[in-house]
C-alpha cells in the first residue's frame, strides 16, 4: 500500500499517536526520520511533528524546505513542526523561559479549511517553549490562545501550522481539525484492512517465494495473526507451538483446536515437563526468565531444521522504539532471551516481519479480516514466560496446577458477567506463603491467591479495575470451594507504577 501521509518525526512522545490518528481516518501514515523526506517521492501530504527541542538551539533539527515545496503537497506543522516552519519561512520565534503545558483555549479568527466546523473557545492541549512573535510574509493567523499569541497559522494555499497537538484526545476539536486537513489530499482515505491485507499477502509471496517460513505460534493475537496470514498467503510454512506448560488451564489444546479450525497446521512440542526440570530450585526472577527464554529457543530451534527464513509478529511500536533507541535487540521480546541465533538470521536477511507496520488494534482488524474468532482476536495479553511471572518463588507442577484452576475461574467470572472485555488484562497469581486458615473443624495451612485486573492503554501504566465486590465475592467463593490447596484470596490494587503488571 503506497504511503499517503508522511510524518516527520522531531521526537515527540506523541508522534506515533499522529500516524495512528491519521490512521484512523482512512489515510495510510508512517512515520519517518525528518532526514529521509527527499527519499520520499510520491506521498500525498507532509506532517511536521513535534519534539522536545527548541527551533532556536543550535543544531535543532531542521526540514528539507526545498523538498518539501518540490513535492506540492499539503503540509501540517505540529507544535515543534510549527515552530520550525515559521522559523524557515522567514518568521521569528523566540523562547520562552517556561514551558507551556496543559489545557487552554482556542479563539478561532479564520474558520475555513483547516479550522472549518471547530468550535470558538474549544479545549486545546499545549506543550511547547517556543512562539511566533513575527509571522512568516503571506501568513495568516487563523486562531490564537487566551493570550492572544497565534496557535494556528495559514503559511500558504495548503501549508498549516498548529502549536496544539490535535492527535491527544484532550483536545476537543482535534480530530476534525485533522480530517479537515486530510480532506485536502485529493484521492481521498485509500487506507482499509481488507486492501491492506491484500497488499500484505501479495508483499508475503513475493519476499518468501518459495522459501520454507517457520513462525512460533503461542496463542496470542500477534502470532496467530501471522501465523494465519501466513497460510492465507499458501507460502510453505511450519509452524512451532512450544508448549512450556506454563500456559494458562487447557490453553495448550484449545490453541491446536483453533488453529485445527482456521485450517492451519501446527506442529505441537509438549515440553512441560522439560521446563518444569529447568526451573527446579530457581527463585529468582531474573533467572527464571532466563531460563525460560533459552529453553524456549532451544526447543524452537530444535525443530525448525527445515528454516529457510523466520516470521517474527513485531509490531510497529517495537519498530519504532528499536528505530529511536537504535538496538535491533530491543526488537525481540524479553522473552527470547537468548537472541544471538535470531539476530544472526536477520544479518542474513532471513527474518521476515509482516505485521510491522501494524498497531495492536490493527492487528485485531488485520485477525477479523481474517476470519479469526473474536474469542482469540480480542484475548487479553499473556507473558512468554507464562504462568512463571505469576508465581514468584520457585514454579512447581502443584503451584501452576492451582494457578491455572484459579485463574480459569476467575477468568469465566469475568467473560460472564462482561468484564473481561472491558479488562486490559486479568490473571490470578499464586503467592510464596502458606497462611493459616481453617476447613472444616481443622485448622490449614495452604496457599494464598492474588487476583489482579488492570485497565491500560498500552501496558507502560496500569490502574487496578474496580470490580465488583459481588463478583470479588463469587470468585473467591469459587476459589476458596473448589481449588484444593488455598484458603486465602486477595485483591490486588496496586497500580503501575510503581507495581507492575505482573508479579514478576
Ligand atoms: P509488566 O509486568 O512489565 O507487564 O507491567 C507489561 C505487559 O507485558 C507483558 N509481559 C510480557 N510479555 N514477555 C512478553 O511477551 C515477557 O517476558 C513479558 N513480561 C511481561 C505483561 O503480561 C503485560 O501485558
Redesign the pocket.
Known sequence: MDIQVAVLDYGSQYSQLIVRRIREQGYFAKLFPPAELPDLEGISAVVLSGGPRSVTEEGAPDVHLEVLRRLNVPVLGICYGMQLLSRRLGGDVKSRATREYGPAKLMVEDDEVLLAGVKDRSRIWMSHSDSVKALPEGASVLARNGAGAPVALRFAECWFGIQFHPEVTHTEDGTRILRNFLSLIPEGPRFSMASFKEELLRRIREEVGARKVVCAVSGGVDSTVLAVLLHEAQVPLHCIFVDHGLLRKDEGDQVMASFAALGVEVDRIDCGDRFLAALQGIEDPEEK?RTIGDLFIDEFFGHATDLELLAQGTLYPDVIESATSGSIASRI???HNRVDRILELQKQGKVIEPLAELFKDEVRALGHTLGIPDDLVYRH?????GLA?RIPGEVTAEKVAIVQEADAGFIQALKDSDWYRKTW?AYAAILPVRTVGVKGDERSHEWCIALRAVISED?MT?DWVELPYPLLRDVSNHILNGVDGVNRVLYDIST?PPA???WE
Open positions: 526468565r521480546k524479553t522473552h495479553p499473556f507473558p512468554g514466560p511471572v488484562q501496558a496500569a503501575k507492575t503488571i505482573e
